[in-house]
């Protein structure tokens, strides 16, 4: 009997409509998470807020605190925890954008998502830290570490965001040039046909005028992106 070939693999297209699909459910499902982690956020951050003041107020009136002292330290514990979620779904929800995006390179995507994974397993071990630890310095410690996450998430979203929109808005110039070809051919066939197109002439250089200031001006916004993420980047080196 004759052997049976091997599957045939999907077209290309395929592949990557599937691959779109998936990074879109993901984005749906990170936005549903996200009203979930706000709220739960919200609840923690009251209750600890509460406890804190519970505290204070026992420590003036120089009651037995203890109990109060372990409410705290518990609140703050949650708190942090869901200080850590809030900044993982901002994660998740920034990479499922760029996995979606259709102009991205692949070298691209991968560098940008290689950083948010970085990010969120370095939260992740802090969590870790949180949940399992009993020593008030190992929890302040890994609080910091959250802090620094996220501010160091915050440039690796402005990086992502600021690159999605350069792509989005180089799509339009690029395109616009192509109309702006396809107006000169047909107004040199008018021309060639002996029809006057000095009117239409007179709109064509308009609109090439046009393209040439949207063109400086988006190099000069995007000279000033890479400045400012490059002299943000130096100070977290510092």
Known sequence: TEAKSAPKQPPAKQVVRKK????????????????????????????????????????TEDGNCEALRESVRLRAKQYLLKTADKVINALERIKARIEGSEKLSEDEIADLVA???????????SKTTIEESEEKE??????????????KTRLVMKKAVGRLLHVKIAGILVRAEHLETRLKKIVDRLEADGIDISELQDKLDEFAVH??????AYEEARNDWIKGAVSEMTEHVR
Do not use: G, S
Request: net charge positive.
């Open 20 to 59: 779109l699909i998936r990074a879109k459910k993901a984005l749906v499902d990170a936005k549903e998470r996200y009203l979930v982690v706000k709220q739960e956020f919200a609840e923690r951050r009251a209750m600890f807020r509460k406890a804190k003041e519970a505290l204070v107020k026992c420590r």
């Open 115 to 125: 950083q948010i994974d970085e990010k969120i397993t370095n939260i992740e071990d």
């Open 138 to 151: 190992e929890i302040v410690a890994a609080a910091k570490k959250i802090r620094t996450a996220w501010r």
């Open 211 to 216: 393209i040439d200031k949207a063109k400086a």
